[in-house]
């Protein structure tokens, strides 16, 4: 019986997880954070606008995300330890989830208040909530354009792009009902932006959500089919069984699969043991990107040792 393990280069012991790559452009989406917030709570004191308000009450959220999603790349990247063989990578999508929770909170905070306002609607300035709605909506803009990249690569910066983008989405409601209430003057306009920014923010919440707990539940990557991943490495030469396959996710960036490979008798010699692991490594990494894999070569009939124990 022999082993094979091979470790690619997107953990923490390589080139750090995949939002390490988005670290400078997450610091500079949260200053923007920070200088928004201020100019909106002021905006909304001034005003009285509750579509402003809400706005910079998820506003708050953003920069209470983006830093978890940052002190989140930090531990991720820190080195392995004994107890902790993959470091701290699911610091990411804890951090996601965090953000998951904030957004739901705000969705749930304006969808409240906006009933609220229905009942004791109040009188909004349209030009000046407008003023503070395009400085959102441009600040926003900047943020959303340094973090595209990353939110594809990363379900951690994903979860702080889906916060600015529902912030930018929240502005872009804000101008429109008070151009509704400078032309028409139908203070209604300003709880119905709100609850079009709550209704924005929550099916893209409970979508990521859905992603990470696929991810701390240890489910196949999505896009790999553990039968083709199967059905690719029986195609390795030599290779005559393939079971107990697992495919799983650390975090973004660094999918993982172990398996038991059945062998001919005379792949566990030295040289031929060598070619199916090369061969195996490549099969995983070229067809399905996967670079940290553990196979266990065995001979005929070893897995009946195994009932009860390995799975």
């Known amino acids: 019986m022999g082993a094979g393990h091979h470790h690619g280069h997107t953990g923490t012991g390589g080139g750090g997880t995949a939002g390490a790559a988005h670290r400078g452009r997450l610091w500079i989406a949260l200053g ?4 928004l917030l201020v100019a909106e709570a002021i905006g909304a004191a001034l005003t009285g606008s509750l579509a402003l308000l809400a706005d910079a009450g998820h506003v708050a959220t953003d920069v209470i995300g983006l830093g978890a999603a940052l002190f989140a790349i930090h531990l991720a990247n820190r080195p392995t330890a004994a107890r902790r063989t993959f470091g701290l990578a699911r610091a990411e999508i804890l951090a996601a989830l965090l953000n998951c929770v904030l957004l739901l909170g705000v969705g749930g905070y304006i969808l409240i208040e906006a009933i609220d306002r229905f009942r004791n609607p109040a009188q909004v300035p349209g030009g000046l909530t407008i003023a503070f709605g395009l400085l959102g909506l441009a600040l926003n803009g900047v943020s959303l354009a340094l973090l595209m990249r990353g939110q ?3 379900l951690n910066v994903r979860g702080a792009f ?16 008070a151009v509704v209430i400078l032309v028409t003057g139908w203070q209604y306009a300003d709880p119905v932006a709100s609850l079009v920014i709550a209704g924005l923010i929550v099916p893209r919440t409970l979508r990521l959500a859905g992603e990470a707990l696929e991810i701390l539940l240890e489910a196949a990557p999505r896009g790999v089919d553990p039968d083709e991943v199967r059905e690719h490495m029986l195609g390795v030469e030599g290779v005559r069984e393939v079971h107990d396959v697992h495919l799983w996710t650390i975090t973004s960036g660094m999918p993982v699969v172990s398996a038991h490979v059945v062998v001919a008798p005379e792949v566990l010699g030295a040289v031929e043991h060598e070619r199916v692991l090369h061969d195996l490594r490549e ?9 940290h894999c553990t196979f266990q070569l065995e001979p005929a009939g070893h897995a009946r040792h195994e009932a009860g124990v390995c799975h």
């Open 152 to 154: 594809r690569e990363s």
């Open 32 to 35: 923007i954070a920070c200088l």
């Open 283 to 291: 099969c995983l990494g070229g067809h399905f990107a996967v670079e």
């Open 162 to 177: 889906l916060e600015v983008l529902a912030d930018a989405l929240g502005s872009l409601a804000v101008v429109a009902a």
